[in-house]
């Protein structure tokens, strides 16, 4: 099990960036598909996007596509969840997620076993 820390969250107007960064506890994500997924309250837990470590492949939820990029870093220590021109419904908990095998399966919460404990992001008007 390795032990997930979601940052960057905060408040933004409509229209705003944010980056996340999600870092595993004394370790690095060689070998483990990774994922940022979101909670809005009364809602479920929904993906956003995942990235294989082991090949450059990444999936989006229709909402995030052209918005919103996923990445990892070339020392493979911290992944990214870069959010542009954001609006109020993105509101939610972002949630990063690890599972060790280096190639996303599926790109759903009951995939993976890791989780961090989730950066607020709120959007205003």
């Known amino acids: 099990e390795v032990q997930l820390q979601a940052s960057g969250g905060g408040l933004v107007q409509a229209g705003g960036s944010v980056r996340l960064s999600c870092t595993a506890s004394?370790?690095?994500?060689?070998?483990?598909?990774l994922g940022w997924f979101r909670q809005a309250p009364g809602k479920e837990r929904e993906r956003v996007s995942c990235?294989?470590?082991?090949?450059?492949?990444?999936t989006y939820a229709d909402f995030a596509k052209g918005r919103f990029t996923i990445s990892l870093d070339s020392t493979k220590s911290t992944l990214y969840l870069q959010m542009n021109n954001l609006n109020q419904e993105d509101t939610a908990i972002y949630y990063c997620?690890?599972?060790?095998?280096?190639?996303?399966?599926?790109?759903?919460?009951?995939?993976?076993?890791?989780w961090g404990q989730g950066t607020q992001v709120t959007v205003s008007s």
């Open positions: 997620a690890a599972k060790l095998g280096p190639l996303v399966r599926k790109c759903e919460p009951s995939f993976y076993t890791d």
């Open positions: 004394g370790a690095y994500f060689n070998g483990y598909a």
């Open positions: 990235i294989s470590s082991g090949a450059p492949t990444t």
